[in-house]
Every structure is written in C-alpha cells, then in structure tokens.
C-alpha cells in the first residue's frame, strides 16, 4: 500500500481576519510576490527560464509594432513564420510581468522599457491612423491594409493574412498581465485603448459577419474583454466578450455535444477559457455549461496521461487514440497552458480537487518537461511515439508559438500551490516554497521533494492567526492512506470532496 504522509506543524493559530490578497481579477489567489520558490526542480525551471528570456533582444520584439506604427527601426525584427510578427512580444511581456513582481530587477526595467515603447507606438496610430487605428496596438504584418478594409465589411485583407486576431491577443494578453501582475497603470490604459479599438473596429459588422470572422483562429479575445469588464464594471466590455465568442463551439458543448473531432485544439481551447470566464463574471448558465462540458471532454476522452491533447495540432477522434504512437506531432505545449487556464478558471467557481489533481499531472508530465534543462530553449511537440525525440527551441532563433507560451509558462509556477476562500487556505500542490500570508499576517513554509518522496512539511515560521487548511487529498494515494502530523502527532481529518479539512 502506497502511503502519502502529511506532516503538518501548525503554530499558534489565533484569529486574525482574512482579505483577499488579490484584488484585482482572480479574487482567490495569492499575489505572485506573497509565494515564494524554494529549492526544488520549479525553482530551477524559473531560474532557467530567466536567463533564457534575458538572452532575447527586446528592440527586436518591438520592432513588428513599431514598424506597424510608422516608426523608425531601431533593430530588425527576428525571423518568424512568415505573417505573425509581433505574437511573441505579448508573451514576452506577460513573462516580464510575472518576474518583475517577484522580484527580478532586469524584467522589471526591460518592462517598463516595453510599456514606453508601445505607448509611443499607440499614439502614433492615432496619429497617422485616425480613420481606423486610435487605439491600435499591433505588430500585425500590412495592419494598415487589413484594417482600414475589415472595419467596412471587407474581409478579403483579413483573410489573406495569417490569423491577425490571435497575433494581436498576445499583446492583450501581454498588457493585462502587466497591469495584473504590476499594477502598472500604463499598462491598463494602453490595454483598454486596444479593448476599446477592437470594439471600435467591429462596431459595423453585423452578427453573421462577426461569427464568419471567428471561424479564424483568434485567441482568446473573449477572454480579455471579460477581463475589461471585470477592470472597469462597463457594460460594453462584457457584451464585447459575447460578441467575439463563437457560436459554433458556445452552443454544441453548452448543450453537452462533442464536436472536436479533427478541430484545430489550440484554436478551440482559448475560446473555451473565454466561456468559462464569461461566466465567472455574469453567471451566464450557458457559457458555464459550455466551459465545463469542454474540460470534461478533452481531460477524460482526448487528453493522455501527461495531461497534454492534439497530434498535429488537430484532436484526432475520440476512436483514433492509436495515432499518438505512430505520429511525430504529439501533444502541444500551448495547448496545456491554455487548458491550465481554463482548469484554474473552473476550479475558482467550483474548487473541487480533480481540478487540481488534472493540474498536477500536467504541471509535471507535460509543461515542466517543455523546458530544456541545461539551455532553458522550449518545446513545440511533446510526441508519445516509442523511441522519439523532441525538438527544443534556441535563444533568438525559435520564434514558435509555443515558444511564447513557453515563456510564460514557467515563471507562474507558483501561482496556485495556494488558494483562498473566506478564513480557509487550500494546500493544492506539493511544490516547496514559502507563502507570504499578508492578510492573515503570516509566513508559512513548504518543505518537500515531491514527487522524489510521498510526503510535505508545513511550518508556520511567522505570525499568529486562525484558519481553515484545505489539503487536497490525491487520487494517487489510496482511501484512508494518508497521514497527518501536527507537531509530530497523528491527528483526525474531515474529508470531503477530496480535501482534507484541518482547522
């Protein structure tokens, strides 16, 4: 029998009140700067990823918005697949965000380098663009020619180009993640600008030309018009969020109906996110229908045990899941970060722990493999054909999408170890590190080699408080298996929808 012990040291736990730490979009979480990494195969993953991303040139991710905006070049552009100049930037961004508030001195200084530059950028559309681009903010290759035809009903540019809805949401993206992380105000302001163009921008088209524009792969636009309203409370961002979901995906998985077989999943996937976050924030019954059929779906019928999903990038039938062994494009790496995004949307309205335990097994299996470990470069395919290799990018040369996701992906690891709701904290990963529990005055630490040993040490090394600890209770240890320790003494548990209650 396989036995996960718990060794709780719980210290003076008398009352203080709790607040949320976070108040600006995910009201459950901790800041990133309250939870610290410790030794430990994520904090060298981070580590890595830091020097790898302070290798790249930040005058040459600029530059796609900058030469979009009519400004002089102050370094070429990196070589990209041809049309998608400037996706990588937004990534870069929010990587910047992520380890900025943690604490990185460089990060934060080529931060707000890149928030200066792109206000400039933004300012010199409206200047030069006044009939389409007061607001704009891409790195879209022919903007101009694109633009100034969709607002009219003319999609022949727009569909000529490479998907120029989902390059332009990795700046979104970038932007609100600055803010988010930061609190940087700039941030906010060129984010909602760029919220209120692309309102702007499809404000004549009717609803079925809004719907034949999304069967282009666009990202997760309606996520980050959500995310506009939750910052402001105004109306008109939330009906955005509405108008750029696809109804094509909104209604079959919001009635329960499978329709992914042989859909691009990476195209599928942020739309999806969108529902569910859509119904964080209106309560819409159909978009959280919609939301959670589709994680259901892909992480029990279309999902290896790895946690990633897609070969080729396309969901192959629920029946043909022997194509993963013969093909050489296994699952794909953004397609776990998104889905990441999407369980940890689910699991803020309903924190159940098979939420976590989908997360777990992705988290370790799949993103944290996507780096490479000497040289930090980053990983597209992840094949699960015997005997095969994967590819790594380089600094400066891989400009894939998965290499802007990757970006991301391993400077948020210590983004949900811990969650809070009302006076309780939930234990959700054994990742060693130290929560900074502001609101509860408190310094708790994480000490594990998880997954080398089947056990984690919590002390409290600061403060006093009362609270709730939820500790999620693994589907990989057995009923009745596990054990918990406070001061070295065995203790009594309440289980309950696969978390350990400890008061």
Known sequence: MRIALLIVSIINLLGICSTNAQDRLYSNSFSLAEVSLLDGPFKHARDLNIQTLLQYDVDRLLNPYRKEAGLPEKAASYPNWDGLDGHVGGHYLSAMAMNAETGNAEC?????????????????????????????????????????????????????????????????????????????????????????????????????QMQSMLDIEHGGMNEVFADAYQMTGDEKYLKAAKRFSHQALLDPMSMGKDNLDNKHANTQVPKAVGFQRIAELSKEEKYAKAGHFFWETVTSKRSLALGGNSRREFFPSVAAG???????????????????????????????????????????????????????????????????????????????????????????YNQLIYTQQKDSLFLNLFIASALNWRAKGIVLQQQTNFPEEEQTK??????????????????????????????????????????????
């Not at 300012?123 to 663009?129: F, P």
């Not at 290759?141 to 332009?168: C, H, M, Q």
């Not at 940087?184 to 609803?207: M, P, Q, R, V, Y």
């Open 322 to 412: 022997h194509d993963f062994v013969h093909d050489v494009e296994g699952p794909e790496s953004c397609n776990s970060y998104n889905m990441l995004k999407l369980t940890e949307e689910l699991f803020r309205a309903n924190p159940s722990a098979r939420y976590m335990d989908y997360y777990e097994r992705t988290l370790y299996n799949h993103i944290l493999s996507t780096q490479h470990p000497e040289h930090g470069g980053y990983v597209y395919f992840t094949p699960a054909r015997p005997r095969h290799y994967r590819v790594y990018s380089a600094p400066n040369q891989g400009m894939w999408c998965c290499v802007g996701s990757g970006m991301e992906n391993h400077g948020k």
């Open 108 to 208: 934060k200084k080529r931060l707000e380098y890149m928030l200066s530059e792109l206000k400039a950028c933004q300012e010199a559309h409206a200047l030069r663009h006044p009939a389409w681009g007061i607001g704009y903010l891409g790195g879209v290759p022919k903007s101009a020619e694109i633009w100034s035809t969709f607002k009219n009903g003319d999609f022949k540019a727009l569909r000529a180009a490479w998907v120029p809805w989902y390059n332009v949401h990795k700046l979104y993206s970038g932007l609100r993640d600055a803010w988010l992380y930061t609190g940087h105000e700039t941030a906010k302001t060129l984010f909602l600008n760029f919220c209120d163009w692309g309102i702007a921008i499809t404000a004549n088209l009717s609803e079925a």
């Open 458 to 503: 919590l002390t409290i090394t600061e403060g006093r408080a009362r609270f709730t600890l939820m500790i999620r209770y693994p589907s990989w240890v057995q009923a009745g298996a596990l054990q918990i320790r406070v001061n070295n003494k065995p203790i009594a548990y309440t289980t309950f929808s696969f978390w350990l209650c400890c008061s």
